[in-house]
């Protein structure tokens, strides 16, 4: 979502795509090589520059896996941002991807919210025709719950493979939402329980976009918790040999529903801070584990 300068309508310029190859690069180096994107992202333009990295490296395509959103339409002309996952729609703007992407087939298209109008068959009807033309490999959704994919699939012969919601140290309900049943915090979650249940026992990975919280407990610390979780990690971190992000992001590869991190930053040195996630095996203890979650909570567990 960094990419491709401000968030206007202005054109991105050659410092923008070397910033964009930057980062680029430096993922590749940690090991990366899923990108994940969204129509809306910069009002297009953070796809647009991935492609111009694309073009500079012609053989890069084959070496990476490219994952990008829809449903999301930006508010425009009077308009107020709405969502829309209308069949057309969301055939239109997957073309309008793959042109700004510089390919011809995107490996993972993700719908972006939930629109409350859209009809599960008419959502079913386009993404089973991008799949037979070859235009889209695998499908999946992002901020929704249980329900809301059990639907979806009924009416799907290919499989939903992924569902990105917001999960961190700092963003818990998906966590929390099993452990406050039966106690007064439970309707204040807000995260629909049984969704992460759902998931793992339907082959739907789990990905965690925010993974990173923003940079809560890495620069940028505001409460007292945040402060106490960030000097924690630095402890575990300097213990592991590796750094406070890579620890981070072990909080969260640590749960055995498999959560797959979305690394939202454009630094590079950020980037490269997060190695250690893609090429060692979570090292945190149930104990260290426990101590991030209550450390960050501010509060004990129920």
């Given amino acids: 979502m960094g990419l491709g300068g401000a968030w206007d309508a202005e054109p991105y310029g050659p410092a923008d795509i070397d910033a964009a190859q930057a980062v680029v690069e430096a993922a590749l180096d940690s090991g990366i090589t899923a990108f994940d994107h969204a129509d809306i992202y910069r009002h297009g333009k953070s796809e647009a520059v991935f492609g111009e990295?694309?073009?500079r490296d012609p053989g890069l395509r084959g070496r990476i896996t490219i994952q990008t959103k829809c449903g999301i339409r930006l508010a425009?002309?009077?308009?107020?941002g709405m969502y829309d996952l209308r069949g057309a729609s969301i055939t239109r703007r997957v073309e309008d991807s793959l042109a700004r992407l510089r390919t011809d087939v995107i490996d993972v298209l993700l719908l972006h919210r939930p629109d409350p109008l859209a009809d599960p068959d008419d959502i079913a009807a386009a993404l089973t025709s991008?799949?037979?033309?070859?235009?889209v490999r695998h499908f999946g959704v992002s901020n929704m719950g249980a329900a809301q994919i059990a639907?979806?699939?009924?009416?799907?012969d290919v499989p939903l493979i992924a569902n990105q919601l917001e999960m961190s140290l700092h963003s818990r309900a998906w966590v929390e939402a099993g452990v406050l049943l039966n106690t007064p915090h439970a309707a204040g979650n807000g995260f629909p329980y049984g969704?992460?249940?759902?998931c793992r026992d339907h082959g739907v990975r789990l990905q965690a976009w925010g993974a990173l919280a923003q940079g809560r407990f890495t620069g940028r610390q505001e409460t007292a918790a945040e402060h106490a979780t960030a000097a924690l990690l630095v402890r575990l971190a300097e213990d592991k040999g590796t750094t406070p992000e890579t620890v981070l992001l072990w909080w969260l590869m640590r749960h055995p529903a498999a959560i797959a991190p979305?690394?939202?930053?454009a630094r590079p040195d950020r980037v490269r801070a997060c190695r250690?996630?893609?090429?060692?095996e979570p090292a945190l203890s149930h104990e260290e584990w426990y101590e991030l979650w209550?450390?960050?909570?501010?509060?004990?567990l129920p």
């Fill in 151 to 156: 639907g979806l699939q009924a009416r799907l």
């Fill in 130 to 135: 991008l799949h037979r033309q070859g235009l």
């Fill in 53 to 55: 990295v694309l073009a």
């Fill in 262 to 265: 979305v690394i939202g930053t």
């Fill in 294 to 300: 209550v450390t960050a909570r501010g509060i004990p």
């Fill in 76 to 80: 425009d002309g009077g308009l107020p």
């Fill in 195 to 198: 969704t992460l249940e759902h």
């Fill in 276 to 280: 250690d996630a893609v090429l060692r």
